[in-house]
């Protein structure tokens, strides 16, 4: 082998990359960041045992901390999910086939038993397009207390 190409690293696959199949969903979730204290309601578009992509307003930085806050619905046997990420990626809508703006959050704490739930409660679910919905849902203030699994589900549009 030359060795030109032996010095020259590989490049990983997509899927390797990321280790997990992103699954497509619509999960409302709350999103916690530095900048902003207060729980903001933002739509899961595709989620995997290591990270999640959601719709976002507010310009997030790579490498922030943030907090997800999310409950998978029918089927889910474990309490709401609060998850410590980064922000691993930021879609601004500009590429050819963004509808709007999202933020890729990799999770740095899931435990093994959650990790195994989400992956159960996954499966069944179709691979990510990473389409983000192009109606404006992101970006509103969560308040008082949660009377249901998705209390706040119905106020995103």
């Known amino acids: 082998m030359p060795l030109a190409m032996?010095?020259?690293?590989?490049?990983?696959s997509l899927h390797q990359s990321r280790?997990?199949?992103?699954?497509?969903?619509?999960?409302?979730c709350e999103l916690v960041t530095k900048t902003c204290d207060a729980p903001e309601l933002s739509w899961g578009v595709d989620l995997s045992e290591?990270?999640?992509?959601?719709?976002?307003?507010q310009p997030l930085v790579l490498g922030d901390g943030v907090v997800v806050c999310l409950q998978p619905a029918s089927g889910w046997q474990l309490p709401e999910l609060m998850l410590f990420g980064e922000i691993?990626?930021?879609?601004?809508g500009r590429r050819r086939g963004d509808s709007a703006s999202g933020v890729a959050v990799r999770?740095?704490?899931l435990g093994a038993a959650e990790r195994r739930a989400?992956?159960?409660?996954?499966?069944?679910?179709?691979?990510?397009t990473t389409k983000l919905r192009s109606h404006g849902s992101a970006g509103r203030t969560?308040?008082?207390p949660?009377?249901?699994?998705?209390?706040?589900?119905?106020?995103?549009?």
């Open 6 to 12: 032996a010095l020259t690293p590989r490049r990983e």
């Open 19 to 28: 280790g997990y199949v992103r699954r497509s969903i619509e999960l409302a």
């Open 118 to 128: 989400l992956a159960r409660w996954l499966r069944p679910r179709p691979r990510a």
């Open 50 to 57: 290591s990270g999640i992509l959601l719709e976002a307003t």
């Open 146 to 157: 949660r009377a249901s699994a998705h209390p706040f589900a119905s106020l995103i549009g």
């Open 88 to 92: 691993a990626r930021s879609v601004n």
């Open 142 to 144: 969560v308040s008082g």
């Open 107 to 109: 999770f740095l704490d």
